[in-house]
């Protein structure tokens, strides 16, 4: 009896977390092999450790923050190559694949929908790579954060965007209470900030220490940067990035009609840790555990154009005006190469996407992570605009990855792995 109970036990953990993205504290982060540690914040001892309040001096509007309509038009590889700078002509192996930096800048904007403008200002004010052809700053760590873990511009950009989005949705909640400086020193947010500005001092709080911190967030420090490379950041505002009335369109569930897949992440970060709790995660049918592949297909939930497919993405604008910046949009993750749609592709509601794997990321089991963005904002699945997949709602319960989608008296609870509580079909 004990054998058998032993067995039983160690089968409920092998495959308690097969079918879903990475969670937090059990390996690296959703969707980036590059944050292999969780951020921690300074606890370096200050004599002066009484908290300061900080600036109200807004930086940028929030639309230049994320990956918005602000950013259409934008070409960042002409703007890199007119700079000038040591950026033009770096290069760095990623994930087996030679990038040139305006590759790094792009990709790395497109993925975590960061706006490029401001990685490349960042780049600037902190080693000024962009416009200096011989920079002599931080060698590697060219934001000047010396972890092993970040060597590399990919790496050091993931972190800064990575970071910049957990300032920026946290602030969006009321959950941006406090940040801390390099060496130690506690700040208030000042009330009057935006999203932009929130997400800007608080990642700049991660990389300087209390004084220069002070001139990074004022009119002399990054500011003054983003000024001298693409004018007044002001001029790029075009309101609320997301819409008060906004609603979404009419979504379907993303698999065959008489198939029964399973839940298997409730809502949870749309890309790395630190992004707005926008995405779901459902594991296709089968009593195959681990990372397989699946012959089940991924459906598109609703019209629109392929205006990404690659390194195991899928992202379908729904406007079709070809911008991923614009409008709905809505990322498929996980999408084995193998059969994937191809960009440009026009597709209408339950077209086929691709198969759902383990590619594109560390994942702990072949499923699929589903996200939705508008105008370059995640959009959370916890909110006030859950997901409607076919009228089943999803909803949270405050931590991530567990949640459920309801409809009606209906309930389908989030679980690790597959079982009879986190079926669904229609």
């Given at each position: 009896?004990?054998?058998?109970?032993f067995?039983?036990?160690?089968?409920?953990v092998l495959?308690?977390?097969?079918?879903?993205?990475v969670r937090p504290?059990?390996?690296?982060?959703?969707f980036?092999?590059?944050?292999e540690?969780?951020?921690?914040?300074?606890?370096?001892?200050?004599?002066?450790?009484t908290?300061?309040?900080?600036?109200?001096?807004?930086?940028?509007?929030?639309s230049?923050?994320?990956?918005?309509?602000?950013?259409v038009?934008?070409?960042?590889?002409?703007?890199v190559?007119?700079?000038?700078?040591?950026l033009?002509?770096?290069?760095?192996e990623?994930?087996?694949?030679?990038?040139?930096?305006?590759?790094?800048?792009?990709?790395?904007s497109?993925e975590?929908?960061?706006n490029?403008?401001?990685l490349?200002a960042?780049?600037?004010?902190?080693s000024?790579?962009?416009?200096?052809?011989?920079?002599?700053?931080?060698?590697?760590?060219?934001?000047?954060?010396?972890?092993?873990?970040?060597?590399?511009?990919?790496?050091?950009?993931s972190?800064?965007?990575?970071?910049?989005?957990?300032?920026?949705?946290?602030h969006?909640?009321?959950?941006?209470?406090?940040l801390?400086s390099?060496?130690g020193?506690?700040?208030?947010p000042?009330e009057?900030?935006?999203?932009?500005?929130?997400?800007?001092q608080?990642?700049?709080?991660?990389l300087?220490?209390?004084?220069?911190?002070e001139?990074?967030?004022?009119?002399?420090?990054?500011?003054?940067?983003?000024?001298?490379?693409?004018?007044?950041?002001?001029?790029?505002?075009?309101?609320?990035v997301v819409?008060?009335?906004?609603?979404?369109?009419a979504?379907?569930?993303?698999?065959?009609?008489?198939?029964t897949?399973?839940?298997?992440?409730?809502?949870?970060?749309?890309?790395?840790?630190?992004?707005?709790?926008?995405?779901l995660d459902?594991?296709?049918?089968?009593?195959?555990?681990?990372?397989?592949?699946?012959?089940?297909?991924l459906?598109?939930?609703?019209?629109g154009?392929?205006?990404r497919?690659?390194?195991?993405?899928?992202v379908?604008?729904l406007?079709g005006?070809?911008?991923?910046?614009?409008?709905w949009?809505?990322?498929?993750?996980?999408?084995?190469?193998?059969?994937?749609?191809?960009?440009?592709?026009?597709?209408?509601?339950?077209?086929?996407?691709?198969?759902?794997?383990?590619e594109?990321g560390?994942?702990?089991?072949?499923?699929?992570h589903?996200?939705?963005r508008?105008?370059?904002?995640?959009?959370?699945?916890?909110?006030?605009?859950?997901?409607n997949?076919?009228?089943?709602?999803?909803?949270g319960?405050?931590?991530?990855?567990?949640?459920?989608l309801?409809?009606?008296e209906?309930?389908?609870?989030?679980?690790?792995?597959?079982?009879?509580?986190?079926?669904i079909?229609?």
């Open positions: 009896m004990l054998k058998a109970n067995i039983n036990i160690t089968t409920f495959i308690t977390f097969l079918s879903a993205c504290n059990s390996g690296s982060p959703p980036t092999k590059l944050a540690q969780e951020t921690v914040l300074p606890t370096a001892d200050l004599t002066h450790n908290p300061v309040n900080g600036p109200g001096f807004i930086i940028i509007p929030d230049e923050l994320v990956f918005s309509p602000s950013c038009g934008f070409d960042v590889e002409n703007f190559i007119s700079a000038g700078g040591f033009a002509r770096y290069q760095e990623v994930e087996e694949e030679l990038l040139s930096g305006k590759q790094i800048i792009s990709r790395i497109r975590y929908s960061v490029p403008r401001i490349l960042l780049l600037e004010y902190q000024g790579w962009v416009s200096k052809n011989e920079p002599q700053y931080h060698g590697d760590y060219p934001l000047g954060f010396s972890d092993s873990w970040r060597k590399g511009l990919f790496r050091q950009l972190y800064a965007a990575n970071e910049l989005n957990r300032g920026y949705y946290l969006a909640v009321d959950a941006l209470s406090q801390t390099v060496d020193q506690k700040l208030y000042s009057q900030l935006n999203g932009g500005t929130a997400a800007l608080y990642l700049l709080g991660l300087k220490n209390y004084h220069d911190w001139l990074a967030v004022s009119p002399l420090g990054f500011y003054a940067v983003y000024v001298k490379l693409f004018g007044e950041p002001n001029q790029y505002d075009f309101g609320l819409p008060q009335d906004l609603t979404q369109p979504f379907q569930l993303p698999f065959v009609e008489g198939e897949w399973y839940l298997t992440g409730g809502p949870h970060s749309a890309w790395g840790n630190g992004a707005a709790w926008a995405a459902f594991a296709p049918p089968g009593e195959q555990f681990g990372c397989y592949e699946s012959d089940a297909w459906l598109a939930v609703a019209d154009q392929v205006v497919s690659e390194n195991g993405e899928v379908l604008d406007d005006d070809g911008y991923e910046q614009t409008g949009t809505v990322l498929y993750m996980h999408i084995a190469e193998k059969d994937r749609v191809a960009v440009g592709a026009t597709l209408t509601a339950g077209d086929r996407i691709g198969h759902p794997s383990f594109g560390p994942a702990t089991g072949t499923h699929v589903i996200a939705r508008y105008n370059g904002e995640w959009i959370p699945a916890d909110q006030d605009l859950p997901f997949l076919n009228g089943w709602i999803s909803k319960f405050g931590v991530e990855y567990d949640g459920k309801v409809r009606g209906e309930i389908i609870q989030a679980l690790g792995y597959p079982a009879d509580e986190n079926q079909s229609w």
